[in-house]
Structure formats: structure tokens, C-alpha cells
């Protein structure tokens, strides 16, 4: 056994010499324990700290409109950052581990702020089924699987359905995406989410259109009480 872990460490130093994992901001290679981005660029990225603080703006979004228990995004996703260049890849690049790596960073940092206490069930905002084919992915089901990995918090990716393939949000007014993300969710078997605490997850949140459309399908569930967490959020 000591011998065959000998040979692996062996194995990945070489290959580390032939194929150096990179920083994905930077593009400096990463050290031993790092994972796509280097500790220096992690530390830089813009944090919002809105888990800190009471009624933050996230929160703000979601008032009297769904059972509310707590919300935050954790980033900035600002023009010209270098979060925007890992949401890039993350997204549109075919990264996806990117997403599990950034949920386990992120849920990491939360855990200390009990922000995850409580919470039954974690649901990523489902992409419609022919968007899913073409991305190969949902990248917010793969920032769910790094939070999952870090709190033991179960994912369901079956009970809310997409059941609309609507337009990019891109560019659209607030009126417009409210419009443009109506009636896109149906709930699937409601009896198995009563009296859960559910936390919604998503990439990144703009006007909190199709995440509040999303929470919409759950608040005739008996006794449901729902929580947001998305990766970044536009300043």
C-alpha cells in the first residue's frame, strides 16, 4: 500500500511538471492544495459579506414575497473582474468543476456564520432541458454539489421543473425579465417539501427575476420555509 501511494505521488508530481494546473485568473501554476484558483486571486475577489450583515440588500429583493428565512450572495460580479472571467468559464467554457470548487469555497467561509443552520434541502435553479443539452451542464447544480460537499446538505434536482426555455436575461429591463420568466417553474410532488427549510441556489443574481419566480412555485407548501444563496450578485 505504501509502495502504490509512493508511485501515485511520484505520477502526479511528474504529470505536474508536463501539465502545470494553472490559476484560471492569473494564470500562475497552482500550489500543492489549490484548486483553480490560487490563494493570492481568491483572496482578492470581491466579497460582498452581506451574510454579515441583517436585512442586506439580497434580502432586500425577496421581502413579502416568499417565507423568507435568510439570503445572501456571497460575490461581486462586477465588469472587468476577475470573477467575471471565472463565472466566464464556468458558464460558457465547459468548466464545470469550477462551479463545485467555488461552492466549496464559499460554503467553507459560510459555515462559520451559521448561515447554513437548519437547512433541509438545497435546489439549484433547474436550466431548461435543451439548454441543459447544449452546456452539457446546469452550472448552478454544480455550485450546489461544492456546498453539499462541505455542509452534508442533500440536493434535489427533481422536484422544481423548467418547463420553459426562455430568452437571456442579458440586456433585458427589470419589467422585461419579470415578464420574460413567468410561469417557467412547475413544482413536482409538493408533499414530499412540506414543512422542510429550503435553500435555493443559484449562479448570479441581477433584479432576482428568475430566482424569485423559481421560490414562487414553493410557497403554497405546507409549513415551507425558503433560503437564497447565489455565488455573485451585480453591485
Known amino acids: 500500500m505504501k509502495h502504490t501511494l509512493l508511485i501515485k505521488d511520484w505520477l502526479s508530481s511528474f504529470l505536474s511538471l508536463l ?15 489549490e484548486e483553480c484558483i490560487c490563494t493570492v486571486c481568491n483572496i482578492n475577489l470581491p466579497r460582498t459579506n452581506y451574510h454579515l450583515r441583517k436585512d ?9 414575497q416568499i417565507p423568507l ?12 473582474s476577475d470573477f467575471r472571467l471565472i463565472l466566464h468559464r464556468l458558464k ?21 456564520s451559521n448561515f447554513f443552520q437548519g437547512i433541509d434541502v438545497i435546489i439549484p435553479i ?21 456546498i453539499a460537499a462541505v455542509t452534508g446538505i442533500p440536493i ?14 442579458t440586456r433585458k429591463s427589470v ?8 410561469g417557467i417553474f412547475e413544482l413536482q410532488h409538493p408533499e414530499t417539501l412540506a414543512g422542510k427549510h429550503i ?15 423559481c421560490a414562487s412555485c414553493l410557497v403554497d407548501v405546507e409549513d415551507i420555509r425558503i433560503s437564497i444563496l447565489t455565488l455573485a450578485t451585480v453591485e
Request: proline share 3%; hydrophobic share 35%.
Open 19 to 33: 501539465f502545470p494546473r494553472c490559476c484560471v485568473v492569473c494564470g500562475r501554476p497552482l500550489a500543492k492544495g
Open 56 to 64: 442586506n440588500p439580497v434580502e432586500r429583493l425577496f421581502w413579502g
Open 69 to 80: 428565512e435568510r439570503a445572501t450572495s456571497f460575490f461581486f460580479y462586477e465588469k472587468g
Open 92 to 112: 460558457y467554457g465547459g468548466q464545470k468543476e469550477i462551479g463545485a470548487i467555488m461552492g466549496r469555497y464559499m460554503a467553507a467561509e459560510l459555515l462559520s
Open 126 to 146: 433547474p436550466l431548461h432541458k435543451k439548454k441543459q443539452q447544449i452546456r452539457g451542464y446546469n452550472q448552478s447544480e454544480w455550485i450546489a454539489r461544492g
Open 156 to 169: 434535489d434536482t427533481d422536484s422544481i421543473l423548467r418547463k420553459k426555455n426562455t430568452e437571456t436575461q
Open 175 to 182: 419589467f422585461e425579465r419579470r415578464d420574460n420568466v413567468e
Open 199 to 213: 435553500l435555493i441556489v443559484d449562479d448570479v443574481l441581477t433584479t432576482g427575476s428568475t430566482t424569485l419566480a
